[in-house]
């Protein structure tokens, strides 16, 4: 059974940093893409970073380019997303997920694993 944990969010300031974990089970993580996703209030779900598989291709959203970088670690089957200067508008609820195929997840923003999400608020 596939399994994804989120963790590492929380309330910070604006101009201050987080940095999120996805520990996943079941899977080699090193067969999948894997990408993290946001979710504000009233908003759609919208596609932060990605990483491909085989190329390893990274894909940043441009409202987040520069500030945030997305790394995996195939050894403790974890992903990261290191948030630096942040501001409110990230605040979301933001999600992992992983897919076999890095067109589905990192184009079409699917894939039939996530994990149940960890909020991050910016705010003074």
């Known amino acids: 059974q596939v399994e994804l944990v989120e963790s590492g969010g929380g309330l910070v300031q604006p101009g201050g940093s987080l940095r999120l974990s996805c520990v996943a089970s079941?899977?080699?993580?090193?067969?999948?893409?894997i990408g993290w996703f946001r979710q504000a209030p009233g908003k759609t779900r919208e596609r932060v970073s990605c990483?491909?598989?085989?190329?390893?291709?990274?894909y940043y959203s441009h409202s987040v380019k520069g500030r945030f970088t997305i790394s995996r670690d195939n050894a403790k089957n974890t992903v990261y997303l290191q948030m630096n200067s942040l501001k409110p508008e990230d605040t979301a609820v933001y999600y992992c997920?992983?897919?076999?195929?890095?067109?589905?997840?990192?184009?079409?923003?699917?894939?039939?694993?996530w994990g149940q999400g960890t909020q991050v608020t910016v705010s003074s």
């Open positions: 997920a992983i897919d076999p195929s890095p067109y589905r997840l990192c184009v079409s923003g699917g894939s039939d694993y």
């Open positions: 079941g899977i080699t993580l090193d067969d999948y893409a």
């Open positions: 990483i491909s598989t085989g190329d390893g291709r990274i």
